[in-house]
Structures are given as structure tokens and as C-alpha cells.
């Protein structure tokens, strides 16, 4: 099982649903607050145009027939909480998408779908029996290369797959700004290993199959580490001078995202292993040399 949860921890997830991405339209979601205790799953329906209903039928049946039925959910957040919210950054921050009717009409975008998923759950847990965890994270990093599991994406997107590519290729990295108010001018985000990740996902798991109940957590390390902190550890981890050039502020972009973790912790008894970043990219470029070979 921990295998298939490190495969499902390193994809680049919208909603995952037992590996169902849920959809999003534009569709009109005014009957959403008035229908949503009653008719959670209808409600999901109306509010994104897609088949909420099909994505949790299975477990939905079950629990209409009078079993306990459980579903764990993982989601990286694309935006940042709301302004002046302290990081690290707990499961109650506010965040900037604001559950109105008007918002959910002009913004149903990646985020408003997370939060309406965890919304429609919290409302099973409410009137059914379904049972569910949450688990957030930021940059699922890292990689298990004895089992041949890493990252490795068409366009690649990800700052350590990027470190290695630039320098393999010595094409240069861009770093996006250097004038955030942070440690060296640069962005700040949690890295989360992907066998931690897996290791949260295994505790949620057995957490509700004991009788534990819902809830949602953020899993992390706590700890933020800059863009120039990492490329600073992928020097001392290969050995190379890694090229990059300074470019200007990509719009969108928060100076710090960290999570707090310490609920998961506390709760689940989960703690990540690798909780230093040097850790993180040594399993990460040991990955990339078994597929491109040693440099």
C-alpha cells in the first residue's frame, strides 16, 4: 500500500478523489447554501457543472445502505491565505477565496473547487456516514529511486528537477524575483517529501479505519526554504555550480507559503523524516542520476 501512496503523493494533483480529478465550469451555483446540508452531493453537482455525484457514488451508496464508508482527499494549494496571514500557515487561516455565491459564480477556479470539495465532504460528515480526511501540502519534492519513483514532467515545472536539468544542460534556471521582503530576496515555500507524504497518507488512513474522525490537516516540514536556498543545497549535494539568472516577479506570486503541520502531528502521531533540504535533493538527484546517468 505505502508504494501506491508514494505514486498517488508525487502526482501533480487538482482534487484528487481515490484519483478522480474533479472538474470545474461556470456553471450558476445559487441554490448551492440553501440545498447544501440537505443535498451535499447534488449541491457539488450544481455548483461546478460536473458529476460530483458520480466521483463519490460508490462510497455514497454504501453509506445511504447504512456502512461506514471513509475517503482520504490530498490537494496542493495553488493560492496563498489571505494578506498579513503569519506563516507558517494553519488549516484555519483564512484564505483569499471567499465562499460567497458571487465568488463561487466568478472565481470557480483550482482553489474554489478544493474548497468546495472539502465543503461537500464536511457536509456528508454532517448528515451521513462518510468519514474523511484532508490532507494540504505545498511542493511534494524528493523521490524513492530504489523503487524508480521520482519526478519527471513534459513541460517541466518544479524548481529541483529544473536545478538538475540546468545543470546537466547548462542552460540557465530563472529565478523569479529578488526583492521579496525574505531572507536573500527570494520566494520562500514548505518542501515536503514524497515518502513523507505517503507516510501522512498511511496514518489518515488508519486513523479512519479505527473509528477516527474526520478532518482536515496540512502536511509539511514547517520550515520554509528559499528559491536560492535551494539551488544553494543542489550545489553542495552534486558538486556543480548551478547556471541561473535573476528575472522579475512573476505575477501571483507570495513572498512565503509555509504550512504548520503541527495538528497532523499531534493528532496523527506523523512526523516527516526528511525534514532538511539537502536530504530532500540527495534522494532527488540520486533519481535523476539512475535515469540520465552520473555526472
Known amino acids: 500500500m505505502l508504494i501506491s501512496l508514494l505514486a498517488l503523493a508525487l502526482t501533480t494533483p487538482e482534487v484528487t478523489l481515490s484519483g478522480i480529478v474533479v472538474a470545474r465550469s461556470g456553471r450558476h451555483a445559487a441554490t448551492l447554501v440553501s440545498e447544501g446540508r440537505e443535498r451535499p452531493v447534488l449541491a457539488g453537482d450544481r455548483a461546478f457543472g460536473c458529476d460530483v455525484t458520480a466521483i463519490l457514488r460508490d462510497r455514497v451508496e454504501l453509506t445511504c445502505a447504512g456502512e461506514r464508508r471513509t475517503l482520504t482527499l490530498s490537494a496542493a494549494p495553488t493560492r496563498a491565505a489571505a494578506p498579513n496571514t503569519p506563516a507558517p500557515v494553519a488549516e484555519s487561516a483564512p484564505s483569499d477565496v471567499t465562499l460567497t455565491r458571487s465568488e463561487l459564480e466568478a472565481r470557480l477556479d483550482r482553489e474554489m ?4 470539495t472539502e465543503t461537500t465532504l464536511r457536509w456528508l460528515d454532517e448528515c451521513s456516514h462518510l468519514r474523511f480526511t484532508a490532507l494540504r ?4 519534492c524528493g523521490a524513492e ?59 489518515a488512513l488508519n486513523s479512519l479505519l479505527h473509528g477516527g474522525p474526520s478532518g482536515i490537516f496540512n502536511a509539511g516540514t514547517g520550515s520554509g526554504f528559499s528559491v536560492l536556498q535551494v539551488i544553494q543545497a543542489a550545489e553542495r549535494i552534486t558538486g556543480r555550480k548551478v547556471p541561473y539568472t535573476l528575472g522579475p516577479r512573476r505575477d501571483g506570486d507570495s513572498a512565503e507559503l509555509v504550512a504548520d503541520s503541527s495538528k497532523l502531528q499531534k493528532t ?21 542520476a539512475a535515469r540520465h546517468g552520473a555526472l
Open 145 to 203: 529511486p530504489k523503487f524508480g519513483i521520482g519526478e519527471e514532467h513534459e513541460p517541466e515545472t518544479h524548481l529541483i528537477p529544473l536545478i538538475f536539468r540546468a545543470i546537466r544542460t547548462g542552460q540557465p534556471l530563472t529565478v523569479f524575483g529578488q526583492d521579496y521582503p525574505t531572507i536573500d530576496g527570494t520566494c520562500i515555500r514548505d518542501y515536503v517529501h514524497v515518502s513523507d507524504l505517503a507516510t501522512a497518507h498511511e496514518a
Open 137 to 140: 501540502y505545498f511542493n511534494a
Open 268 to 288: 496523527l502521531g506523523w512526523k516527516p523524516r526528511y525534514d532538511t533540504m539537502e536530504s530532500m535533493v540527495a534522494s532527488a538527484w540520486a533519481f535523476d
Open 113 to 116: 473547487s478544493r474548497l468546495m
